[in-house]
């Protein structure tokens, strides 16, 4: 591992080993530098990742303080949410109705007759070409949906009809990217990775979209609670 990003884990790590909502700072750029045997543009650089997803503050002439709203969230950051909208672009690729197969009518809780949208959008960062995302959603809620809506966000569109998100539901799995994707992303077949399947649910736990992504650059860091239940349930398995 990097130093840079050794720093960086492990100053996460420190921040999120408190459980207090009392605001707190971290030591100051130099003695983090003599602390962790680095140079002062090493720990600058992983203070400004810790900046950038939004776990830290640098207050000129206060100093470095932790933001206790950011251990309310299990994902502390990935390779998406680090960037700043202005660094991410979208090109639609294409985008079409059609009628819902079983799953979707399940998912949606749609009628066999009722249509559904269905697109696919490349994603950039920093101008490469970094995921392919097809994502459904119901006609019925989104009639307006269209190709300036879906190269912005689809969270602020879906948030404009006054609805209110709860949460997502995501899963994911290593990949290796198939010939056709290769394409889109220009890049090798057969390279890692990963499937990440998002569904979208607002407050009253209706689903209002499903994303499916090929992503060839990702990586994240996360905050598990500790499940006893879940363990105690393993065990009882394990031992029969």
Same mark, same amino acid.
């Given at each position: 591992?990097?130093?840079k990003?050794?720093?960086?884990q492990d +100053?996460?790590s420190?921040?999120?080993?408190r459980?207090?909502?009392?605001r #707190? ?5 130099r003695?983090l530098?003599m602390?962790?045997?680095v140079?002062?543009f090493?720990?600058r650089?992983a203070l ?7 776990v &830290?503050? =640098?207050?000129?002439g206060s100093?470095?303080?932790i933001?206790?709203?950011? #251990?309310n969230?299990p +994902?502390?950051y990935?390779s998406i949410t680090?960037?700043?909208?202005d660094?991410i672009?979208?090109r639609m690729v294409n985008?079409?109705? !059609? ?6 009518q399940?998912v949606?809780g749609?009628? !066999? ?7 696919? #959008?490349l994603r950039?960062v ?8 097809i994502?459904r959603?119901?006609v ?6 269209n190709?300036?809506? &879906?190269?912005?966000? &689809?969270?602020q ?9 709860s949460?997502? +539901?995501?899963?994911?799995?290593a990949?290796?990217?198939?010939k ?5 992303l220009?890049c090798?077949?057969?390279i890692?990775?990963?499937?990440? &399947?998002?569904?979208g649910?607002l407050?009253?736990?209706r689903v209002?979209e499903?994303?499916d992504?090929?992503d060839?650059n990702?990586?994240c860091t996360?905050?598990t609670?500790y ?9 009882? =398995?394990?031992?029969?």
């Open positions: 591992m990097k130093k990003e050794f720093v960086i +100053l996460l420190k921040i999120y080993q459980n207090d909502n009392q #707190r700072k971290l030591p100051p750029e003695q530098a602390e962790y045997d140079s002062r090493t720990i650089k400004e990742k810790l900046v950038s997803i939004g &830290i503050e =640098i207050i000129q100093g470095i303080w933001n206790p709203q950011a #251990r969230n +994902l502390v990935n680090e960037k700043h909208f660094q672009a979208f985008l079409h109705k !059609k009628l819902p197969n079983r799953e979707e399940q949606f749609l009628g !066999k007759d009722d249509y559904i949208w269905q697109f696919c #959008r950039y920093e101008n490469q070409k970094i995921q392919i995302e994502s959603m119901p019925q809620d989104f009639p307006d949906l190709q300036q809506v &879906i190269e912005r966000s &689809i969270q569109y879906v948030l404009s009809k006054g609805l209110r998100i949460h997502l +539901l995501t899963s994911y799995q990949v290796a990217v198939s056709e994707q290769a394409v889109l220009e090798k077949k057969g890692p990775a990963m499937h990440i &399947i998002n569904r649910i407050d009253g736990g209002f499903i994303s992504i090929i060839i990702y990586s996360y905050v609670p499940n006893h239940d879940n363990l105690a349930w393993r065990q009882g =398995i394990q031992g029969v």
